[in-house]
């Protein structure tokens, strides 16, 4: 069974990627000498409109090399989450659990469950026990990771404070399977990978089948940028509107805030003080928007190796609002 630390692509043979600089980033300096200094990070890149400013790729399989994104797969959950209200598959983020998906709720789960909104799961505040951290061993070592989740005791009242938990978007990850009969896999290759030329390749499943529906994904970290320009031109990529502008303006509307970096948070997207709109996933896995100044960011890093606020992603952090906003 998987664990939490496993990682989907492998990364043997590091590509030697030349450092790609534009003037805007050789007038910075900063970055390259953090680059050097973060082991922990494998690629980096900047754009800002459609000019890559900084692209390297020091350890690592390479810029074109899949790589598990971990987390950021919340975000892309929550992308299709907008995408199926709009082909009017979902009545809205305000549609309870127990109408858009009633049979995957157990006949034994937790009272309120049938009642929790989509809105509740994707702004990770169903009120139900955390899957994540500590918890998250015995959850996929179970025999049924949506029936585990719906059956943990409420700890808060649904809709009032953030308890980040895999387990809640796995639940929207299946529903969005029963709204639209289509596996997460076969929608995120069709709603988001063919429109923006990007490989989605098959990830973790849990026993009954299910897509997991907010870890494990892998794409290329230039996939990984596509997605960032797309949410920084509200939705548009190359001309054509992928996710809609309204549901990308309402994803990055704060919702809630994050009990351990303190970002703000919003349909499935962390929200910084600074302006970026970031999708993140364990060991430093980024996926960073900037609307005003015209950034779209994409970093990965060892996924083995945790990245706490305090820690490595402190120090992600410190890049974003530092050297790489300066470049804009």
Known sequence: MTSR?????GTAGVLALPMICSSAARADGGLADAVDRLDQLHTIQVMRGQEMLFASAPRGGGLDRLANIKSCSKSIVALLLGIAISRQEIPGVGARLGEV???????????GVPELTLQNLVTLRAGLERTSGANYGSWINSPNWIADALQRPMVAAPGSRMLYSTGTTHVLGAA??????????????????????IEV??????????????NEMALTPKAMLKIAAMIRDGGVFQGRQVVPADWVRKSLTPRTRSPFSGLSYGYGWFLSP???AIARGYGGQIIAAHASRGLAVAITSDPTRPARSGGYFGDLMQLLDGPILSMA
């Open 176 to 197: 969005l399977v029963q709204a639209t009969g289509e596996s997460l896999l076969t929608q995120a290759r069709a709603r988001l990978g063919a429109p923006m030329s």
């Open 201 to 214: 390749p098959p990830w973790v499943r849990d026993p009954q089948g299910y897509y997991l529906g907010g």
């Open 5 to 9: 630390r496993s990682f989907l692509a």
């Open 274 to 276: 600074s302006g970026y």
């Open 101 to 111: 998906a009633p049979s995957i709720i157990p006949a034994n789960a937790t009272v």
